[in-house]
């Protein structure tokens, strides 16, 4: 039988002790649960161990594959650029080496679901949802396509849920900021805000989240706000990164079937699982109307694998 490929897991890094030491046990744990193959994680920047580091803690343990999975919820510069680097140097240091690289993490149903249980443990069991705002807030980027997930990620979080919005800031190189995404959530009527990190493990820049979130309510006494924990290692988290790295195992790197309401039971559209795909034409495109023939304007959904 061959050997199944090793897992690495990459990371982002930290200042924060605290969230060093809980990817570490993240890693750990991953490796506890899965005995049968060598599991490893290393940092981009910041904290220890570098991901180069644990390239060589494999190949010391005889590995000559391996599938590599980011353990980050967009993929921005690290995701898209760093970490191939990365890889990459590490091939020329260890000749013989090969691997896969699987895709981030979010947004996934699994940790939609997580959210949700973090956002129930903030508010008020007496809150009604209809009247509570949700402030989802993401690291922040330089890159347009990352910040857009985190976007996409609010939107899936609100969609067949009762909470009245979820809106979005970032806590750095992006606009909103946290004050600013508080101001827009009163301005469209919020009186109640709970600020929900869209991170993964506790760190320098959650910490800057909760901050300015009690900063910005002291002074607005008016708005009740609360905030919300961070993802953490949750079941869902550990197998939402072994899925990652079967994917990445099978060459099954997906485009948005995560989110694909014929694929998951999202809630409120668990009916549309399972439908079959019909070639699809959209009310308001031009030239549906004429003389009854649709020609290249639908275009079909596969969802069969």
Same mark, same amino acid.
């Given at each position: 039988?061959?050997?199944?490929?090793?897992?690495?897991?990459?990371? #982002?890094?930290?200042?924060?002790?605290?969230?060093?030491?809980?990817?570490?046990?993240? %890693?750990?744990?991953?490796?506890?649960?899965?005995?049968?193959?060598?599991?490893?994680?290393?940092?981009?920047?910041?904290?220890?161990?570098?991901?180069?580091?644990?390239?060589?803690?494999?190949?010391?343990?005889?590995?000559?594959?391996?599938?590599?999975?980011?353990?980050?919820? %967009?993929?921005?510069?690290?995701?898209? @650029?760093?970490?191939?680097?990365?890889?990459?140097?590490?091939?020329?240091?260890?000749?013989?080496?090969?691997?896969?690289?699987?895709?981030?993490?979010? /947004?996934?149903?699994?940790?939609?679901?997580?959210?949700?249980?973090?956002?129930?443990?903030?508010?008020?069991?007496?809150?009604?949802?209809?009247?509570?705002? %949700? !402030? !989802?807030?993401?690291?922040? $980027?330089?890159?347009?396509?990352?910040?857009?997930?985190?976007?996409?990620?609010?939107?899936? !979080?609100?969609?067949?849920?009762?909470?009245?919005?979820?809106?979005?800031?970032?806590?750095?190189?992006?606009?909103?900021?946290?004050?600013? @995404?508080?101001?827009?959530?009163?301005?469209?009527?919020?009186?109640?805000?709970?600020?929900?990190?869209?991170?993964?493990?506790?760190?320098?820049?959650?910490?800057?989240?909760?901050?300015?979130?009690?900063?910005?309510?002291?002074?607005?006494?008016?708005?009740?706000?609360?905030?919300?924990? %961070?993802?953490? /290692?949750? /079941?869902?988290?550990?197998?939402?990164?072994?899925?990652?790295?079967?994917?990445?195992?099978?060459?099954?790197?997906?485009?948005?079937?995560?989110?694909?309401?014929?694929?998951?039971?999202?809630? @409120?559209?668990?009916?549309?699982?399972? !439908?079959?795909?019909?070639? #699809?034409?959209?009310?308001?495109?031009?030239?549906?109307? *004429?003389?009854?023939?649709? *020609?290249?304007?639908? #275009?079909? #959904? $596969?969802?069969?694998?």
């Amino acid at each position: 039988m061959t050997t199944p490929p090793a897992l690495l897991i990459a990371g #982002h890094g930290t200042r924060d002790e605290a969230g060093a030491e809980a990817f570490r046990d993240f %890693v750990r744990e991953l490796g506890r649960r899965h005995p049968e193959l060598p599991v490893a994680g290393g940092f981009i920047e910041l904290s220890p161990p570098p991901l180069g580091e644990a390239v060589a803690e494999l190949v010391e343990r005889g590995v000559r594959r391996f599938a590599a999975v980011p353990l980050m919820l %967009v993929s921005a510069g690290h995701a898209k @650029g760093d970490i191939p680097a990365a890889l990459s140097r590490e091939k020329e240091r260890h000749p013989g080496i090969s691997y896969t690289y699987g895709r981030p993490l979010g /947004p996934h149903p699994a940790l939609l679901r997580v959210l949700e249980r973090r956002l129930a443990a903030a508010v008020d069991p007496s809150w009604d949802p209809a009247e509570v705002t %949700v !402030l !989802l807030v993401g690291r922040g $980027s330089t890159d347009p396509d990352a910040n857009a997930e985190v976007f996409k990620a609010a939107r899936l !979080l609100w969609e067949g849920r009762d909470y009245a919005a979820v809106e979005t800031a970032f806590v750095s190189l992006a606009q909103p900021d946290v004050p600013g @995404g508080l101001d827009r959530c009163v301005r469209l009527g919020a009186r109640r805000v709970v600020v929900l990190p869209y991170f993964l493990f506790t760190g320098i820049l959650p910490d800057r989240v909760r901050h300015q979130t009690e900063e910005w309510a002291a002074a607005h006494p008016e708005t009740e706000v609360r905030s919300a924990d %961070v993802i953490g /290692p949750e /079941p869902e988290l550990l197998d939402l990164v072994w899925e990652r790295y079967e994917e990445a195992v099978k060459g099954d790197l997906r485009m948005n079937c995560d989110s694909c309401v014929y694929r998951i039971a999202l809630p @409120g559209f668990e009916d549309k699982v399972g !439908l079959p795909q019909q070639p #699809h034409f959209h009310p308001d495109d031009d030239g549906h109307h *004429h003389h009854g023939h649709h *020609h290249g304007h639908g #275009h079909a #959904h $596969s969802h069969a694998h």
